[in-house]
């Protein structure tokens, strides 16, 4: 990692910690659902259904936002053309139209709503740690709803703004949404803490492969295809008995 001047290597970890509160812990992905509908029985399932989100889920969708995340900070020009000004698409309006896809394409309305209330806490926990970092683009446009304020598109802005490579962002996005994962199913499923890290082993195993098979991609041509997370987030609202918000 090469932090910029003023940062350690730690201020990046921090983002990562389970502990961060931002409510990462409060969100099962879908698995709530697929566990109490007996769907998801065994470590072997539970592998499958991760490995899945993980790749053609939070691979091929969220980190393609941090991508459009760091263009938007590297191309040196954070304003934001004003709507209706005729201009060729700014790096920073790419950002919002890709933040705009991700939030559309999940499909349970309490999915959309992780993203948009986790993103919106990062933010003002970034905005208390580090006041000087360049906020004020990305705060303006979600005040003037001309972007949502994803997890990812935040994550994105603050791993840039630290100094971390868009390959360590990204990564460490696709770990931590592991960790929170595994975290929950550890809650829902009679496994243990052994089996419980045996299982993230073996996803963090598929980390980078997942990102580089997808980070030539133009991030608006992201794009997740995890029905049976979708079908699970859209059933979570209606179970007799929850233990997290989706």
């Given at each position: 990692?090469?932090?910029?001047a003023g940062?350690t290597r730690f201020?990046?970890?921090?983002l990562?910690?389970s502990?961060l509160?931002?409510?990462g812990?409060?969100?099962?992905?879908?698995?709530?659902?697929q566990v109490?509908?007996g769907?998801?029985?065994?470590?072997e399932e539970?592998?499958?259904?991760l490995?899945?989100?993980?790749v053609?889920g939070?691979?091929?969708?969220?980190?393609?936002?941090i991508?459009?995340?760091?263009?938007?900070?590297n191309?040196?020009d954070?304003?934001?053309?004003p709507?209706?000004?005729?201009?060729a698409?700014?790096?920073?309006?790419r950002?919002w139209r890709?933040?705009?896809?991700l939030y559309?394409?999940r499909?349970?309305?309490?999915s959309r709503e992780a993203?948009?209330?986790m993103?919106?806490r990062?933010?003002r926990?970034?905005?208390?740690?580090y006041p000087?970092?360049a906020?004020e683009?990305?705060?303006a446009?979600?005040r003037?709803?001309?972007c949502?304020g994803?997890?990812?598109a935040?994550?994105?802005?603050?791993?840039?703004?630290?100094g971390?490579g868009l390959?360590e962002?990204a990564c460490?996005y696709?770990y931590?949404?592991?960790?929170?994962?595994?975290?929950s199913?550890?809650?829902?499923m009679p496994?243990?803490?052994?089996?419980?890290?045996?299982?993230?082993?073996?996803?963090m195993?598929?980390?980078e492969?997942?990102?580089?098979?997808?980070?030539g991609?133009?991030p608006?041509?992201l794009?997740?295809s995890?029905?049976?997370a979708?079908?699970?987030?859209?059933?979570h609202?209606s179970?007799?008995s929850?233990?997290f918000m989706?």
């Amino acid at each position: 990692m090469n932090a910029k001047a003023g940062y350690t290597r730690f201020a990046y970890l921090q983002l990562l910690d389970s502990a961060l509160p931002v409510g990462g812990f409060s969100h099962s992905f879908g698995l709530e659902a697929q566990v109490q509908s007996g769907r998801i029985r065994t470590i072997e399932e539970l592998e499958e259904y991760l490995q899945t989100l993980l790749v053609h889920g939070w691979a091929a969708a969220d980190a393609l936002v941090i991508k459009a995340a760091y263009e938007a900070q590297n191309s040196g020009d954070l304003r934001s053309v004003p709507s209706g000004e005729a201009a060729a698409e700014s790096s920073l309006e790419r950002l919002w139209r890709a933040d705009r896809l991700l939030y559309v394409q999940r499909a349970a309305e309490e999915s959309r709503e992780a993203l948009r209330k986790m993103g919106s806490r990062l933010l003002r926990l970034g905005e208390r740690l580090y006041p000087e970092i360049a906020w004020e683009p990305l705060a303006a446009a979600i005040r003037e709803k001309r972007c949502i304020g994803t997890y990812p598109a935040v994550h994105g802005w603050f791993a840039c703004s630290l100094g971390v490579g868009l390959d360590e962002a990204a990564c460490g996005y696709l770990y931590a949404s592991a960790a929170q994962a595994v975290g929950s199913a550890l809650r829902l499923m009679p496994i243990g803490q052994t089996q419980a890290q045996l299982v993230l082993k073996a996803l963090m195993a598929r980390l980078e492969p997942s990102w580089f098979a997808v980070c030539g991609r133009d991030p608006l041509d992201l794009g997740a295809s995890v029905p049976a997370a979708d079908i699970g987030a859209m059933q979570h609202a209606s179970l007799h008995s929850r233990l997290f918000m989706s």
